[in-house]
């Protein structure tokens, strides 16, 4: 099944994320797609609790709409378009970049504030975590990790009064640490990146989404969510992943050298 990872939402998006920004029209139109095919919407909670039910059963044409960051777009464009359809989503907040008490400054655009994130929860999405101030976390020490994730945790905990379920990594990093320290903040699901089906295989820590990005064109968009042509659509991406993920297995290794000697 296709699980959808988008950022912002945005007509005139910052340079950082104009990559990863979709247009609302273009937002609109991808909406209609999955009505019109008929899809049906999930939140990242409700997949994980059927996948790891034996009697459960999803939907015929089931689908994840889902919301990196927390950018505020996703509360003025794609909230009032989700409501039009009936759908549900999951957004991942990094809580150290949303507008408040907790803001580190580190948004890459305008931001989300608490109400708004309030408001989307009330009206059916479901509040994930995305780490406090989106680091690599295959790059964190232990403690560093553990703050990282808890922070996060817990002021979801104060901001909305429930335990966020679900977990995000941000960009996408994890290792089989990092998914222990996932699983041991209480999280009970997390979302990679991979862009490629969602299986159920890949396990409830593992679940890859696909990207939608600015260049997203309705027929591409069509592809996508059918499962045809992925690899083909996203094989420069697969070579980069590949690739940055030996530099950062590399970087791991000489953090550790050095820390041997310290």
């Known amino acids: 099944m296709p699980i959808l990872m988008y950022h912002s939402i945005a007509r005139l998006p910052s340079a950082a994320t104009r990559g990863l920004s979709v247009s609302p029209e273009a937002f609109a139109r991808q909406m209609e797609v999955l009505g019109e095919r008929g899809f049906t919407p999930l939140t990242t909670g409700q997949l994980a609790a059927v996948w790891r039910s034996s009697g459960a059963s999803l939907p015929e044409r089931p689908v ?25 989503s999951t957004l991942f907040v990094s809580t150290g970049w949303l507008r408040g008490e907790h803001d580190t400054g580190g948004g890459l655009d ?7 994130v309030r408001e989307l929860a009330a009206a059916g999405t479901e509040i994930g975590g995305h780490g406090h101030t989106h680091l690599e976390l295959d790059q964190l020490t232990d403690e560093e990790l553990r703050l990282e994730l808890s922070r996060c945790r817990d002021i979801v905990v104060g901001e909305l009064g429930t ?15 990092v998914r222990g320290r996932v699983r041991e903040a209480g999280f009970a699901q997390s979302l990679a990146v991979g862009n490629t089906l969602a299986r159920r295989a890949q396990g409830p820590y593992a679940l890859r989404r696909v990207t939608v990005r600015r260049s997203t064109g309705t027929e591409e968009f069509e592809r996508l969510v059918e499962g045809r042509a992925i690899a083909r659509t996203f094989a420069r991406d697969h070579v980069l992943t590949k690739g940055y993920a030996m530099v950062r297995r590399a970087r791991q290794v000489r953090r550790k050298a050095i820390s041997s000697r310290v």
Do not use: C
Request: hydrophobic fraction near 35%.
């Open 110 to 116: 305008l931001m989300l504030d608490w109400d708004q």
């Open 163 to 177: 335990r966020p379920v679900s977990f995000a990594y941000p960009y996408g990093y994890s290792n089989r640490r």
């Open 64 to 88: 994840l709409i889902t919301f990196d960051d927390g950018y505020e777009g996703v509360h003025r464009y794609a909230l009032p378009e989700l409501a039009r359809h009936g759908f549900t």
